[in-house]
């Protein structure tokens, strides 16, 4: 019903930036939530930053003060900018939404993956 698709991982150096994108299927402001996760090799998937309808938005402890989360309503897509990156910020992340009414629901993407390695 809703599809997510990501874009913008890759190999980035420790101390460097990246940005990732989301684009999803419908529109937006029909998304009560949309954000991102990551599951790194043996580990379990884990909360990266989410962001509301209404803006409102919660982060990692681990990414405070890094990493950014942030919504374009108009390319209804969410946009994480890294930066600083590390090592331990290597993992699969995957784009995250939960619908409201029609499209009430979970939904996940394909997943990208980001390397931080020198």
């Given at each position: 019903q809703v599809q997510l698709e990501e874009s913008g991982g890759g190999l980035?150096?420790?101390g460097g930036s990246l940005?990732?994108?989301?684009?999803a299927s419908v529109n937006i402001v029909r998304l009560?939530?949309?954000g991102w996760y990551r599951q790194a090799p043996g580990k379990q998937r884990e909360l990266v930053a989410?962001?509301?309808s209404s803006s409102t938005t919660n982060y990692a402890d681990f990414v405070?003060?890094?990493f950014t989360i942030s919504r374009d309503n108009v390319r209804d897509s969410v946009v994480?900018?890294?930066n600083s990156l590390k090592p331990e910020d290597t993992?699969?992340?995957y784009c995250y939404a939960e619908g409201y009414r029609h499209y009430k629901g979970d939904y996940w993407g394909q997943g990208t993956q980001v390397t931080?390695?020198?």
């Open positions: 980035v150096q420790p940005e990732l994108s989301c684009a009560k939530v949309m989410t962001i509301t405070t003060g890094r994480l900018q890294m993992a699969v992340y931080v390695s020198s």
